[in-house]
Each structure stands twice: as C-alpha cells, then as structure tokens.
C-alpha cells in the first residue's frame, strides 16, 4: 500500500468529510475576526471617524432688515444676526421679548421680533441660545416710542431712525398704552380728527415748542372708566370742529398738563357723561389755555381744574353733574366765566382764582358752590361784567377774602320756583363796586341770606330784601355777624309785603354806613335813609 494512501481514510458513506488542516486553520481565524467585529471597545464610535464638537456661539451684529437699529411699540420686523457657531440656535431673545427663529446657520440668524403695544422706549440686549451655548451682544437693538416729527418723510416707520408725519397717524395702530411723541416744530396737519384710544399717551416738547397748525381734533373713545390718557406739551390751532379734544362716554379718564388751544369758533377741551350719576373717573387738567369764542371747558363730569389761563371766550367752564375743583385760574373776557346746565346738583370748588372782565362771572341754579379766595369783578374794563353772581337756586358760599364785585349787581339771587332751596353764605367777603351789593328775592323760608364778618356795599342798593318769605341772618346773640353794610343810596332795603314773624332780620352786631344801631328792634314802615328802609318787616340789632 501506498502512503498517500495511508494519509487519508477512506469517506463513510453518508458522513461529512472533515476539512484538512489548513481549512481549520482558516475556520478558527474567520471566527476570531467575526467576534472582534461584533464587540468593539467601550468609547470608540461605529460608523464613521469622531469629528469635532459643536462651537460655542459668537455674536458680531445685530440689525433690522434694512439696517435699522430700532423698533417703534407694538412694531414688528425682521433681525439679522451674525456671528459664528449659530447653527442649531434653539432660542433668540431681545431683553425679555422672544424672537422667533426662522432660519439658522453657523454664520447668520433670522428671526421675527414683535414689540408689544405700551413697551417701554429702550436699549436691549440681544441674546442667542444654542446647543453649545449662549452669547449676548448688548445694547443691539431699542425700543422707541411712536416718532412724530415736523420734518420727517412721508411713510416713516415710526422711530428716532424713520420717523413718522403726523398725517400719517390715520394708518397707524395705535392701540392703548401706546406713547405718541411730537417732536419740537410746527406740524402741518391733514385736517382731520384723530381717533385715540383710552390709555394712550401723547407727549410734546412743550407749549409753545410743539405747535399743530390745521389741528382736526383728538377723540377719545373705546375704553373703560379705569383707563387713563394723558396729553401734554402741545400748543393746537383749530377751527371748524366739535372740539380740539373730545373725551367720550367710555372714553376712560384724562390727565391734561401743558395744552394751548387757539380755537377760533371751536370748543377747546368737552368731556362726555350720558350715564347719570356720573361713575368716577378720573379728569385732570392743569396747565391749560384757551382762546377762542366757544366754551373752554365742557364738562358733562366732574373734574379738576389748576393752573388754566382762559380768555375771550363763550363760557369758561359750563359744568353738569359731579364735582369741580378750579384753582389757580384766570378767566377773562368772557360772556359766562363759570356756568351750570341741566339742574343735576354739581357741587363747584373755586380757590385761588380770578374771574374778570366777564358779562356774568358765575350762573347756577342747583349748585352748591363755594369761594375761596376768590375775585370776580371787573378790570380793565370797569363796564363789561355786570353781574358777577346769578343765582335762580343753589348755594353760594364764600370764605378767605373773596370780593364779588361788576357794574350792576354783585349777587343776585331770585327764584319763585318752589321747592329749590337758595342759600347764601357770605364770610371774610367783600362785596363792593356794583349799583346793587346783594339782592334776593323769595317766597320761602328755604330762601336763606347770611353773612358774617363781611363789607357789603352798593351804589345804590347795598341788600335789597323782595318777594314774600325768606331769612336774612346779619349777625344773632351767639354770633354777632361783625358786618358793615355801605350805601349811598339804602343799605338795606326790605320791600317785603307780607311777612311772618320768623322773616325777622337779625343784624346784631351789623353796623350801617357806620352807625350802630345796637340793641334796637325797628319794625316797618320805616325808614332812615340811607341807613334803611323796611316796608313790613322787623329788624333786630
């Protein structure tokens, strides 16, 4: 036999052959590579080779589209940001607004800004969040105000960089808390009246630095009484409107302070009120000026008056319903200084104030008003006022060195119309200057005339007494009224015809063109002129 023969058994039938040497050698080094496949190192990564972890971002610069630096409130527009490593930019923010990301890349982002209306005007940050990490870029990018000014181009955006012409406004969207500023220059308006909303703002640089010539009037409307807008530093010149400002039912509140109003036939400032009473609100003026034959102030509510200069003008202040507070302020030249209408009972402060050279200083008729260091009277023109109170019904009360004077009667109050009560209340007064000092005429003992510490003096008539039932207190035993009553004509007069015993005039302490009547009680007819003259009554010293 063979040794090839001997190498190699024969092949069984039916059973595998097993693989020479070499074979197994080949098997187990193929098992040993697929098992280093299958279980690779802790930390090295499948697939491709490691690349480089992700930059930490880095801001360059920060722009609108179209290079501006600036956004009005409740503006919107589109930021450009560029730097390195903003690709994968997760969040944007402009100070505490959050800006939407419209597209990112290593180099530049785009995203949409909206500013919401009443933000305030100023410098932000800008702030750029990325899977690696955040940068800020300060002072990027600032909020303004609405920019009006006299010189600017037509279509401007509204910001100190494009700023807006004031005809522009009929297009903008002004909304509530929005700050309207009206740069110093006059601006040319388009005519037309502005509809602002409640709780807007509108600011000049100053009376007499912001000026609007062809002025169409601002109309507040739309709110609640809980808003409040406030105008300030303006100077308008208007004609030919309702009023260069109008407040509405629901126009909300108003603060006023530094408003020139050269009006011609146009009313300056009128505040609507349909609902009655009145529900608080508040209306504050201060600072105010009106010129024009119109009513200066119309006020349906009450309100707060200070520091207002108006002069020849229709009425000065007519007043419905609600309280009136006027101090430091001049009326001049007018045909009504101060004025009720529609009978609801206003209750009028006045302090500090002039009211001069007027046809009829003050006229109510439900009112209860009162006079605290107080002028009416004329001035320049020693003819032109010829009353300076009118009353049909209401309260007059006056204190702190008030003189009521005018050509013709200082105070006249007269009713017939039974039951409404009148009353006046004079203290530390003055009344000089006119024919008749007081008159008053009544028919009831709710017609009241009192007066304490006070000089009462007319050409004529210094109190003239008619009708049938009223009070006349000059002074009683607990407080001696400390009044002198001058005329060259009678001082006091009492036309009544028909009184009863409680129509007794108390003068105690009441002197007469200088002469004392102390303890004496005078019962009419008589006369001792130009002391007195009573018709029926009794007076008692």
Not at 100 to 106: K, R
Not at 241 to 252: K, P
Request: glycine share 12%; proline share 5%.
């Amino acid at each position: 036999m063979s040794l090839a023969a001997l190498s190699v058994p024969p092949r069984r039938r039916g059973l595998p052959s097993w693989p020479s040497w070499p074979g197994l050698l080949l098997l187990a080094l193929a098992a040993c590579g697929a098992q280093h496949r299958s279980e690779p190192p802790p930390g090295d990564p499948p697939g491709d080779p490691p690349s480089d972890p992700p930059r930490a971002p880095q801001l360059a610069s920060a722009v609108i589209a179209g290079g501006a630096h600036e956004i009005r409130q409740g503006g919107s527009a589109e930021l450009i940001v560029t730097g390195t490593g903003l690709a994968g930019a997760t969040a944007l923010a402009v100070g505490e607004l959050a800006a939407a990301i419209t597209s990112a890349s290593d180099a530049e982002i785009r995203a949409q800004l909206a500013v919401p209306h009443g933000f305030a005007a100023r410098s932000l940050a800008l702030r750029v969040t990325t899977p690696a990490g955040t940068a800020e870029l300060a002072d990027a990018i600032a909020t303004t105000l609405y920019i009006v000014t006299a010189d600017a181009a037509a279509g401007g955006r509204g910001t100190h960089e494009s700023p807006m012409q004031i005809c522009d406004l009929g297009g903008s969207d002004l909304k509530s808390g929005d700050t309207l500023s009206l740069g110093a220059g006059t601006h040319q308006d388009c005519g037309s009246g502005r509809l602002l909303p409640s709780g807007a703002h509108v600011i000049g640089a100053g009376v007499g630095e912001t000026i609007i010539s062809g002025f169409g009037g601002l109309r507040i409307a739309g709110g609640s009484d809980d808003d409040l807008t406030t105008i300030s530093g303006l100077t308008v010149q208007i004609d030919h409107r309702l009023a260069a400002l109008e407040v509405d039912t629901f126009g909300g509140g108003v603060r006023v302070d530094g408003f020139i109003v050269d009006a011609g036939d146009t009313a300056g400032i009128m505040v609507q009120e349909s609902r009655t009473p009145a529900p608080a609100r508040e209306i504050a003026i201060r600072n105010y000026r009106y010129r024009g034959t119109d009513i200066a102030l119309f006020l349906e509510t009450g309100a707060t008056v200070s520091d207002a200069q108006i002069e020849d003008c229709g009425v000065g202040v007519a007043i419905k319903q609600g309280q009136l507070d006027l101090r430091n302020t001049v009326i001049r030249g007018c045909n009504g200084a101060i004025s009720e209408f529609l009978e609801l009972r206003p209750v009028i402060h006045v302090v500090d104030s002039e009211l001069i050279d007027n046809v009829t200083g003050i006229l109510i008729s439900t009112a209860a008003m009162t006079l605290d260091h107080v002028v009416v009277d004329n001035g320049t023109d020693s003819t032109r006022c010829a009353t300076g109170v009118r009353m049909t019904g209401g309260t007059l009360e006056t204190s702190g060195q008030t003189r009521i004077g005018c050509s013709e009667t200082s105070i006249s109050a007269t009713t017939q119309t039974a039951p409404a009560a009148l009353a006046v209340l004079l203290a530390d007064t003055e009344i000089a200057g006119a024919a008749t000092g007081i008159e008053l005429i009544g028919d009831a003992a709710t017609r009241v005339l009192q007066a304490r510490r006070s000089h009462i003096e007319g050409g004529q008539l210094a109190i003239s007494l008619a009708g049938d039932r009223l009070l006349c207190d000059l002074g009683d035993l607990g407080e001696p009224g400390q009044n002198e009553l001058v005329s060259a004509g009678t001082a006091l007069l009492d036309a009544r015809s028909s009184v009863d015993l409680d129509d007794l005039i108390q003068a105690i302490g009441t002197t007469i063109n200088g002469h004392s009547y102390a303890g004496q009680r005078i019962t009419g007819p008589a006369e001792l002129r130009p002391d007195y003259a009573i018709t029926a009554s009794t007076i008692q010293f």
